[in-house]
RNA sequence: GAGCCGCUAGCUCAUCCGGUAGAGCAUCUGCCUUUUAAGCAGGUGGUACGGGGUUCAAGUCCCCGGCGGCUCACCA
């Protein structure tokens, strides 16, 4: 067969045309497999790792290293070849990180050199050797049996700048991580967060459970939501756009501390801190206030600074974020008034100038605020001035009932509720609030909302009677917090955007694909 | 949804006023038994995101579309 007749044969095989590099690899598997070497086997044993080599054995001089003849068996990814004509350096990546090793033809078989040669970076290989240290002092392990374990066809992206293409890293995160170390950072750090939080719940008497995703009325937020359909049932089913409604049931239940850490869907835009499947953390405290769960938040945030900083500070995007606390509270109005020197204290207690005054800082809801509830207004200038002027950990308080249907009044001032936001870089990383538990006032609020529904505020909640049965048998004085994971992991990674550390971040379908998937759908419903 | 920027070899990037599409790494051939962005010599590899237009000539200019990034809007 000659090198045409190869390619021919590779381009049916494959279904579009494929690079030199991949047609060369494919030709070279299909080789040892003819040759009786299986290129994907799968009884390799591995009894070490890279990071068991360093640690067990790097501290140790070179003669008593060699001495020892210390003998390892591991296996890894070629991520990068250096030959010689009859010997050869690799490094070897596993899932702790990388050793080298030496290849020599003295010391290999016929046969396994044979098969060395037609290693290719971006292969797997087991290897079982000594140690022993190069003249450059670092640690290797010399080769005495070699085992390809998976040949790999399409050649990894280049040693020295990585996968740089942002669609691509998104697109294709296995190479991401796999070339690029610092983005295998970022996740070990979002599990490890996580995995701390888990730990600081736990510890403090919290379970964990899982509480539906498919849900027949989306409530515990306002936010539109992804809608999808139950053939058996012949039932619409929304997916979740928050637990909370849920969470609340099982404090009825008696598990009077509870949380989830899981996805909650929003149908709104993507951007550096959206993204359309988030992580939230929700946690609810039976007999605690949204002032308990205040010190709560400093304790696990800052305990989460300290793992992963070493120290109570951290460095966002270039700007110092200090965590010491306490961390001030600021009312939404201290902090309207703090920002807005021009604004009369009358906005607060007048709907019109209070509208007047967001026409003013946000033009774009000039049109169509008279709808807007007199809190809404109020919350709206807030954001618009505000918010994003808190670099600093800042919990904002006492919020507008209307803008707050699931939130428990405030005693003094029946407008407010008992409720905090965490502010940190100007964006929202916790929601919280005292319960409402009164059954009377939450149907009243459901119906608020209902009205505002049909006015056309499509994020207003809906009426959600099963829960209001749920309350009628009396939920205990209770907190809740909702925290964002995704931008928690954020300022502790210093990742600019959500994508950096959501592992697969929402992308539109690319158009070839659309096209394909189209064309494979339909001939399967012509069969 | 709007504005700006980007899409060129497997990867990272050049191509200045429109004039034969290039480099480094990877790959292929040869040499090389302690290298680490190994080295030396020689070669292969391109539908320049897709489509249309202007032009003697388009990666380059214009239009339509796709995907991505950033900013804004939307969005707790």
């Known amino acids: ?279 939230m953390l929700e946690f609810y405290e039976a007999y605690a206030t949204y002032e308990d769960l205040m010190t709560l938040t400093e304790e696990l945030v800052c305990s989460l600074v300290q793992a992963l900083h070493k120290s109570k500070k951290l460095t966002y995007q270039g700007t110092e974020l200090d965590f010491t606390a306490p961390w001030p509270r600021i009312t939404v109005k201290e902090a309207i008034l703090m920002h807005n020197s021009e604004a009369s204290e009358a906005i607060f207690t007048d709907k019109e100038l209070a509208l007047e005054y967001l026409a003013k800082v946000n033009p774009s809801l000039a049109t169509g605020g008279e709808d807007l509830s007199f809190g809404k207004i109020i919350l709206e200038i807030f954001e618009a001035t505000a918010e994003d002027k808190f670099i600093q950990p800042t919990f904002i308080t006492q919020y507008p009932l209307e803008v707050s249907p699931l939130s428990r009044k405030n005693a003094e001032d029946e407008t407010l509720v008992d409720r905090f936001e965490l502010i940190v870089n100007g964006f929202e990383i916790a929601n919280a609030f005292s319960e409402l538990n009164d059954p009377v006032d939450q149907r009243e609020r459901f119906l608020e909302q209902t009205k505002e529904r049909v006015a056309g505020d499509e994020e207003a909640q809906m009426m959600d009677e099963d829960f209001l049965t749920a309350l009628e048998y009396g939920m205990p004085p209770t907190a809740g917090e909702g925290i964002g994971i995704d931008r928690l992991v954020m300022l502790l990674t210093d990742s600019p955007s959500i994508r950096d550390v959501i592992l697969f971040p929402l992308l539109k379908q690319r158009t070839k694909e659309v096209r394909e998937d189209e064309a494979e759908n339909k001939t399967k419903e012509e069969v």
Request: glycine residues 6%; aromatic residues 8%; hydrophobic residues 35%.
């Open 1 to 279: 067969m000659d090198t045409k007749e190869r390619k021919d044969k590779t381009k049916k095989e494959t279904k579009e045309s494929r690079s030199q590099e991949f047609i060369h690899r494919l030709q070279t598997m299909h080789e040892l497999r003819s040759s009786g070497t299986e290129p994907y086997p799968n009884d390799f044993r591995p009894k070490d790792t890279a990071k068991e080599c360093v640690s067990n054995f790097d501290s140790l001089p070179k003669e008593e290293l060699e001495a020892r003849k210390e003998s390892v068996k591991i296996a890894g990814r070629v991520v990068a070849l250096r030959r010689f004509g009859k010997a050869a350096f690799a490094h070897l990546q596993d899932r702790t990180g990388k050793l080298q090793a030496y290849f020599k033809r003295d010391v290999l078989s016929e046969d396994e050199w044979a098969l060395f040669k037609k290693i290719d970076v971006g292969d797997i290989m087991g290897i079982s050797g000594t140690l022993f240290r190069t003249k450059t002092d670092e640690l290797t392990v010399e080769a005495k049996e070699l085992r390809l374990l998976t040949k790999g066809l399409s050649p990894l992206p280049e040693k020295w700048h990585g996968l740089q293409n942002v669609e691509s890293r998104y697109r294709q995160r296995y190479l991401d991580l796999l070339v690029n170390p610092e983005v295998r950072d970022v996740f070990k750090k979002r599990t490890e967060i996580i995995r701390l939080i888990r730990e600081f719940l736990n510890e403090r008497d919290y379970v964990e459970v899982e509480t539906p995703m498919m849900h027949h009325i989306p409530g515990g937020a306002a936010a539109r939501p992804f809608k999808t359909h139950h053939n058996a049932l012949g039932s619409d089913l929304y997916l979740r756009i928050a637990p909370e409604l849920y969470l609340k049931r099982l404090v009825i239940g008696g598990i009077e501390r509870v949380f989830e850490v899981n996805r909650n869907f929003r149908n709104e835009g993507v951007s550096t801190r959206h993204n359309p499947e988030f992580t």
